[in-house]
């Protein structure tokens, strides 16, 4: 008789606490995070996000700068497919942690002819040389500075027809090669290079396949490159303001003719700096 009368008062209390639990995940699920993200979210973009100041933000447990603002950023790689978790923990002491997957792009392929045959397959006494400038540049891109003008979007670096795009497959002169991880933009030799947002110049130099180049450091791992220049007008360590001249089209290195590619990195993670422009690309001249 009191086994019958305790079993139900049981059952009552596992059903209230299940319901309780269900409802306790349901308010947990539906309540908004206090961050937000930014960006096209594509493969090959840059994110940008922003927290509370005095936040922690992560990728895949990996620490992230984070402006005093609360602003921080990071990149899709243009081959991911896989989501990236960011984690933020808040100065009050809670958190939040999504999950994000890149929407995918279908990248074209794109035929080069004419560019210098030593370019396209060069001799071995310049393989050296091409395998240092590479070091060179891969260890450039690992610096993490202070950094956040670049946040409120890129501007165009020069006018130009836009004769290559970021992620296209690239034939060149016949010969399969790496995809193409920049935008091309074609003008007249001497046309000025502006800087797209403020910055530190960390490299300018003259590099075989590149020719003249000039990297800039935007802070939080965030650089932008500028490809072929007839002229540098920077060094090394300066201080670029966003619109600044930082150097003239050219047709130097491996190209066919005068124009800029612009490349964007976050650390070695291959961006496309046209999915982060604030304004429209400049009239060709």
Known sequence: MAA??????????????SLSLAVSRAVAQEKPVRFSLSGSMEQGSLVTGSAPPGSLAALDGRPLRVSA?????????????AASLITVRYPDGGGD????????????????????????TPPPEVRERIAREAEAIFLTRLSDTPGSDFLSGLDWPAPGVESGIFGSQRINNGVPGSPHYGVDMAAPTGTPIRAPADGVVSLSDDHYLSGG????????GVST??????????KAGDVV??????G???ATGRATGPHLHWAMNWFQVRLDPSRSTRKPKPEPL
Not at 4 to 9: A, D, E, F
Not at 69 to 81: K, L, N
Not at 241 to 246: D, M, S
Request: aromatic share 10%; charged share 20%; hydrophobic share 35%.
């Open 213 to 220: 180049l000039t990297l800039i450091d935007h802070g939080q």
């Open 4 to 17: 019958s009368v305790i079993q139900p008062v049981r059952r009552r209390f596992f059903l209230g606490a």
């Open 248 to 250: 003239l089209i050219g």
């Open 225 to 234: 490159a500028y490809l072929h220049q007839s002229a540098r007008l920077v």
């Open 241 to 246: 303001k966003r619109g600044q001249r930082i």
């Open 69 to 81: 603002d609360g602003r921080f950023a990071f990149g899709f790689a243009p081959d991911q497919t």
């Open 97 to 120: 942690s999504r999950s994000y997957t890149p929407i995918v792009r279908q990248y074209d392929v794109q035929r080069v002819n004419g560019l210098p045959q030593n370019t396209v």
